[in-house]
């Protein structure tokens, strides 16, 4: 069984719609959970970033993260075409251990 | 101003050669990544170095040697490329008793 498990997609959702994504884990140690944005020929870049259970909002962005079911999510409102990017789930133990652990990533195109 | 720069973009070579890419970082970091991204898009650490320690080495071949000459600059050097190393390799920087990773935009390798 993988570490973290994230289905590839592809996603294709009209502009305006809700993107949900997720991704479930087999340790149960993670501790600190993010979602990275990576533009077609770009690097990551940090978009959301939880520690432990609960939800996190910024902007159009919700997180959350069910440490009980070992799943988390990310939720996209009003969706724009500029969303349109791979979306990885990443996760790491904390507490010195900075290895990160990614998912394979969510393509998501946001059609006008 | 760009926070985490490497060095080539692209590198196309010869099976066999030796070739080395490089990343610096201008954020004051402390911890400092390689990772590898295959074609399928999954990103997966390759080493970590703390203040020019090694302190995360990944199951990778010994053809792949790291060098961080000061904590901003972490270097990568590859001996006797073969087909299979060709992917995108990106650095990332993180500050030391944080989790947030920061990337670099990528070095597309394409070994011939």
């Known amino acids: 069984q993988k570490e973290v498990e994230q289905d590839p997609g592809p996603l294709s959702v009209p502009e305006g719609a809700i993107v949900s994504l997720n991704c479930t884990y087999s340790?149960?140690?993670?501790?600190?959970f993010m979602w990275y944005r990576q533009y077609s020929r770009k690097g990551p870049e940090l978009l959301m970033y939880?520690?432990?259970?609960g939800n996190k909002e910024d902007g159009r962005f919700t997180a959350q993260v069910d440490k009980s079911s070992k799943y988390i999510s990310l939720f996209i409102r009003d969706s724009q075409p500029s969303d349109s990017a791979t979306y990885l789930c990443?996760?790491?133990?904390?507490?010195?251990?900075?290895?990160?652990?990614f998912g394979k990533g969510n393509q998501v195109v946001v059609i006008p | 101003d760009t926070a985490v720069s490497q060095t080539p973009k692209y590198l196309v070579t010869q099976m066999g050669n030796d070739k080395s890419i490089k990343c610096e970082q201008n954020?004051?970091?402390?911890?400092m990544y390689w990772y590898k991204q295959d074609s399928k898009k999954f990103l997966k650490i390759m080493f970590s170095?703390?203040?020019?320690?090694?302190?995360i080495n990944e199951t990778v071949p010994n053809r792949f040697s790291p060098k961080s000459p000061d904590k901003a600059h972490l270097n990568l050097h590859i001996n006797s490329l073969e087909l299979g190393d060709s992917a995108v390799y990106f650095c990332?920087?993180?500050?030391?008793?944080?989790?947030?990773?920061?990337f670099g935009p990528g070095t597309r390798l394409l070994v011939l």
């Open positions: 990332a920087s993180s500050r030391q008793g944080e989790e947030t990773q920061y």
């Open positions: 170095y703390n203040n020019k320690e090694l302190i």
């Open positions: 954020l004051g970091h402390d911890t």
């Open positions: 939880t520690y432990s259970s």
């Open positions: 340790n149960s140690a993670f501790q600190y």
């Open positions: 990443a996760m790491t133990l904390g507490y010195g251990n900075n290895r990160l652990a």
